[in-house]
Every structure is written in structure tokens, then in C-alpha cells.
């Protein structure tokens, strides 16, 4: 029951802030969204902050579980596919809390608070950098990857293109269509793996290249 209320008051933050966004959110509103007493949110959140993040957790649990999963995708598939899916994931993540990120950053309390909470949990951005860098890593000692990469700078690299991508859109105004977006991405990728590819293939192309 206590767990049915955390997540009913989750799910209740996650509608208003859609729906009034984050300047007008209160606790109260909250507790009447949910139809709780307002008291029982500081059963379960320490804080407003500490609720906003599980909304923001919620939305992004998609692109979280990509990212858990990214060791038992090495060596699967084609290394460009696999970065195609995690960029999606990642970019539809960040469309969803790009709002919310707007607005903690035009609350300075609020924007510290969130930190506190991002560092004490580990789970900032910067860790989940550093699991895709793992990922590259692994591919790149199976030899789909050129050893004169960086794994930890393509890493964010790639995490920055899709998010700025993300911010960009919501900017405009524009709603995610998986089909654009994925296309869009696939020609960026396809850009930056021309660098990136081990030096064999690339011999193997122009050599190709050269008898036609």
C-alpha cells in the first residue's frame, strides 16, 4: 500500500507538470491530484526536488534500461545499429524532460538541491557517459571500432548529439517522430563512423572503390 501511494503520487506530479508545468507545481496541488494528504509526500520524499527527480527517472526508465542492457549488446548486430538505438533512447528520453530541465535551471535552489541528489545517487548523465564509453570500449577490442578512438570523448560526443538534438526540437516546438528522428540520426553516425571504422575496412572500401 505504502508503495502503491509513492507511485500514485509520481504519477500525479508526472500529469501536472505536464499539464501546469513547474513553476505552478505545489505540494498541495500534489495531495490533490494524487487525493492524498499532503503530509504523506514527505512520508515518501523528502522534498519537492526529490520528487521531481523520480518524475524525471520515470520518464527516462526506457533509455535506463537500454543503458543497463548495453554489455549483452556487444558484438551483436552492426556497431552503427546498436548507436542508432541508443541514441534514439537517449534522445526521446531527454524530449520528455527537457521542460523540466528548463525550469530547474531557472530555480537556483531548486537547480543545487537536484545536484545534491544527482551525486549523492549517482545517476547524472556523466554515469551513464561513462557506461556507453564502457560499451565502445568493448566493441572496439572486437575490432569494430578503431583503436585510435577515444572511447570516453566519442562517448560524449554521442550523448551530446542526441540530447542537443532533443533540446533543439522541444525548442521549436516540435513533436518526436521516431521515423525523422531515427533518420536523422542514422546520417550524423553515418558521418562519424567514416572516422572511426577500423583502418582495414577502410582500405578494403577504396581498394573496392578503386575497381569499379
Same mark, same amino acid.
Given at each position: 500500500?505504502? &508503495?502503491?501511494?509513492?507511485?500514485?503520487? @509520481?504519477?500525479? +506530479?508526472?500529469?501536472?507538470?505536464?499539464?501546469?508545468?513547474?513553476? %505552478?507545481?505545489?505540494?498541495?496541488?500534489?495531495?490533490?491530484?494524487?487525493?492524498?494528504?499532503?503530509?504523506? /509526500? =514527505?512520508?515518501?520524499?523528502?522534498?519537492?526536488?526529490?520528487?521531481?527527480?523520480?518524475?524525471?527517472?520515470? !520518464?527516462?526508465?526506457?533509455?535506463?534500461? *537500454?543503458?543497463?542492457?548495453?554489455?549483452?549488446?556487444?558484438?551483436? %548486430? +552492426?556497431?552503427?545499429? &546498436?548507436?542508432?538505438?541508443? *541514441?534514439?533512447?537517449?534522445?526521446?528520453? =531527454?524530449?520528455?524532460?527537457?521542460? /523540466?530541465? =528548463?525550469?530547474?535551471?531557472?530555480?537556483?535552489?531548486?537547480? @543545487? %538541491?537536484?545536484?545534491?541528489?544527482?551525486?549523492? !545517487?549517482?545517476?547524472?548523465?556523466? =554515469?551513464? /557517459?561513462?557506461?556507453?564509453?564502457?560499451?565502445?570500449?568493448?566493441?572496439? !577490442?572486437?575490432?569494430?571500432?578503431?583503436?585510435?578512438?577515444?572511447?570516453?570523448?566519442?562517448?560524449?560526443?554521442?550523448?551530446?548529439?542526441?540530447?542537443? *538534438?532533443?533540446?533543439?526540437?522541444?525548442?521549436?516546438?516540435?513533436?518526436?517522430?521516431?521515423?525523422?528522428?531515427?533518420?536523422?540520426? !542514422?546520417?550524423?553516425?553515418?558521418?562519424?563512423?567514416?572516422? @572511426?571504422?577500423?583502418?582495414?575496412?577502410?582500405?578494403?572500401? +577504396?581498394?573496392?572503390?578503386?575497381?569499379?
Amino acid at each position: 500500500m505504502l &508503495n502503491d501511494n509513492r507511485q500514485n503520487i @509520481i504519477k500525479a +506530479t508526472n500529469r501536472l507538470l505536464q499539464t501546469h508545468g513547474l513553476v %505552478r507545481l505545489t505540494t498541495s496541488k500534489i495531495a490533490q491530484e494524487a487525493k492524498v494528504a499532503e503530509g504523506l /509526500i =514527505y512520508h515518501h520524499f523528502k522534498d519537492k526536488a526529490e520528487l521531481i527527480f523520480e518524475v524525471v527517472q520515470n !520518464r527516462v526508465q526506457e533509455a535506463k534500461n *537500454l543503458m543497463q542492457n548495453l554489455p549483452l549488446e556487444v558484438g551483436k %548486430r +552492426t556497431l552503427l545499429e &546498436n548507436l542508432e538505438n541508443i *541514441l534514439f533512447a537517449v534522445y526521446h528520453a =531527454y524530449h520528455e524532460i527537457t521542460p /523540466i530541465i =528548463y525550469s530547474i535551471f531557472a530555480d537556483q535552489h531548486l537547480h @543545487i %538541491r537536484m545536484q545534491e541528489i544527482i551525486e549523492k !545517487r549517482e545517476k547524472g548523465p556523466q =554515469y551513464a /557517459i561513462k557506461g556507453l564509453a564502457v560499451y565502445l570500449a568493448a566493441e572496439q !577490442r572486437l575490432g569494430r571500432l578503431s583503436v585510435a578512438v577515444d572511447t570516453p570523448v566519442l562517448a560524449k560526443c554521442l550523448w551530446m548529439l542526441s540530447t542537443q *538534438l532533443a533540446m533543439l526540437e522541444n525548442l521549436m516546438g516540435n513533436k518526436p517522430d521516431e521515423k525523422h528522428v531515427r533518420n536523422e540520426i !542514422r546520417s550524423y553516425l553515418k558521418n562519424i563512423v567514416i572516422g @572511426i571504422e577500423p583502418q582495414s575496412e577502410q582500405k578494403k572500401k +577504396t581498394k573496392f572503390k578503386k575497381k569499379k
